[in-house]
């Protein structure tokens, strides 16, 4: 069975960073596509960052320059990095994996992922 547990949220200034995690099981990340999506309140879930067999990275405009997305297959995990926050990056943000290669037209949206994580808190204030 795959599983996702995200972990790394909390609550930060404005201008501050934290790093998000998501560990998996029953599934080895390299294998696939790996996406950290976001949804805020009243809004629908955003693409944020993709990561595919290492080289392949994708980010939503609106992050680009201020988060990383990264990888340990040591250790099944992958990360968010986020820098700069600002009170618009308040969502939970939620770790999704799908276990084909998905391509650069697909990575960041929502309906070509088939496994989901349940979702960590990250609340920026000004």
């Known amino acids: 069975q795959v599983q996702l547990v995200e972990s790394g949220g909390a609550s930060v200034q404005s201008g501050g960073s934290l790093r998000l995690s998501c560990a998996a099981s029953?599934?080895?990340?390299?294998?696939?596509?790996e996406g950290w999506f976001r949804q805020a309140p009243g809004k629908g879930r955003e693409g944020v960052a993709s990561?595919?067999?290492?080289?392949?990275?994708s980010y939503a405009d609106s992050v680009r320059g201020r988060f990383t997305i990264s990888r340990d297959n040591a250790k099944n995990t992958v990360y968010l990095q986020m820098n700069s926050l600002t009170p618009e990056d308040t969502a939970i943000y939620y770790c999704?994996?799908?276990?084909?290669?998905?391509?650069?037209?697909?990575?960041?949206?929502?309906?070509?992922?088939?496994?989901w994580g349940q979702g960590t808190q990250v609340t920026v204030s000004s």
């Open positions: 999704a994996a799908d276990l084909s290669v998905l391509g650069w037209n697909r990575r960041l949206r929502e309906d070509a992922y088939t496994v």
């Open positions: 029953g599934y080895n990340l390299s294998s696939g596509t």
């Open positions: 990561i595919e067999e290492f080289k392949d990275i």
